[in-house]
């Protein structure tokens, strides 16, 4: 491929011999030699019992960033990804590096402006409307404990006693006390919840049902006996729709059900505006790149994937997960998880140099003073300084070529 560029750089005399000497200085610290306390050895001593040899690997690490700056002076070479080393000689005298350094791979657009792509149409309905404002009720729901002697319903928190029981035995995390329980919510296995429905406080029952065919391995399709006691029958009040309820909401100017529903529609219509806009932007992309032409080299994707699970990494840590903790759950192994991601790494590859080479044909250009306003802006959004802002995204030059690519993609649009 025409961005694949293989170079060959030597180290030797001086220069090699001075890699080999901090080889040597490391290693001395770490081994002991008789007569010697750590790192007292001298050289001739050290070569004579462990051999020239053992210091080659440390040599190598100090001598490659030497060698690596050497070929991309020569080669004038940009990588976009990790380069590929081998060591073709090594001895006393000299080392010889083959670096095989991945470019930017050649990008031939199509064409990328008249794309004829459609975008959707906002709509929103009666129902959407409803189903929004009912979120809301339910957000703001009082949850009040039921008068004795009522029963439980669709939709009420049964606080409950239970013990499971499986061939005879109590089942390892099969039991609980005054668990609050949402009948409805499909927490427990099926029949559970629906066992409960008409039970008063003080009641209890025997509810024998089978595990389900997904279950654990150990489990599915056995049989199981819960006895269940009911303590405490809670229930969701909804609140009225009236001018209390509105000022929660923190809607100074909704003072009726339909000031409300009128809140709520722009409210969906904004949300669908920007789901449309994020779709019509992918539809535009993926169009304009199908147009293109380009050969991505398999190092460029590889990159790509693990760039994808370091960040997915990241999402887990949030959530408390460890990447082989997920692994142990869903039995998605490294591999499997490459194959997965492979397909959006591809796209996101081809996305990027589209992009990168329309920003080129258009000669789009970005100020410092542009990347400053835009940088002093969305520091604003954060809350944070702009330093902070800085800091975090690596340099202004990031935010340049943010803004670089987002004009890009204003002239696939059209715009």
């Known amino acids: 491929m025409k961005n694949v560029v293989v170079k060959e750089i030597k180290l030797e005399g001086n220069e090699w011999a001075k890699c080999l000497d901090k080889a040597f200085k490391k290693k001395n610290k770490e081994v002991k030699i008789d007569g010697f306390r750590k790192g007292t050895a001298p050289k001739e001593v050290f070569i004579k019992k462990f051999g020239l040899e053992s210091l080659y690997m440390d040599a190598v690490d100090e001598a490659v960033e030497t060698a690596y700056q050497n070929v991309l002076k020569e080669t004038g070479a940009v990588p976009v990804c990790e ?102 919510s499909h927490t427990f296995i099926p029949g559970f919840e629906d066992g409960l429905m008409g039970l008063k406080v003080g009641d209890e029952k025997k509810l024998n049902l089978t595990f389900p065919e997904n279950y654990t391995e150990e489990l599915k ?28 909401l923190g809607y100074d100017d909704v003072k009726t059900k339909e000031d409300l529903e009128a809140k709520v529609k722009e409210s969906i219509k904004s949300r669908k505006e920007a789901d449309i806009e994020d779709k019509y932007i992918e539809d535009c992309l993926a169009k304009a790149s199908e147009n293109m032409k380009i050969e991505i080299n398999p190092e460029i994707i590889d990159d790509e994937i693990h760039r994808m699970i370091h960040q997915f990494e990241d999402q887990l840590k949030m959530q408390g997960l460890t990447i082989e903790q997920y692994s142990e759950f869903t039995g998605m192994t490294h591999e499997k998880l490459h194959d997965q991601m492979e397909p959006e790494a591809i796209k996101r590859i081809k996305y990027r140099y589209l992009l990168e080479k329309v920003a080129e044909v258009e000669k789009i250009e970005v100020s410092d003073k542009e990347a400053e306003k835009q940088a002093d802006e969305m520091a604003s959004n954060y809350g944070i300084s702009k330093e902070e802002l800085l800091k975090a995204y690596g340099s202004l030059d990031v935010v340049k070529y943010d803004i670089k690519m987002r004009n890009a993609i204003e002239i696939i649009k059209g715009n």
């Open 221 to 248: 399709n056995k049989d199981v006996e819960f006895t269940v006691k009911i303590n405490e029958i809670k229930t969701r009040v909804l609140p009225e729709l009236n001018e209390d309820f509105y000022a929660d």
């Open 83 to 184: 380069p590929k080393l081998d060591v073709k000689t090594i001895n006393e005298q000299e080392v010889v590096f083959e670096f095989t350094i991945i470019t930017a791979p050649e990008v031939t657009l199509g064409e990328y402006k008249n794309l004829n792509v459609k975008k959707e149409s906002v709509k929103v309905t009666k129902d959407e409307i409803e189903k929004d404002i009912e979120a809301l009720r339910n957000q703001y729901a009082e949850i009040k404990v039921k008068d004795d002697g009522s029963k439980i319903e669709a939709g009420d928190t049964a606080v409950i006693d239970f013990k499971g029981i499986v061939d005879g035995k109590e089942l390892e995390g099969g039991s609980g006390e005054n668990y609050p329980l949402e009948i409805g």
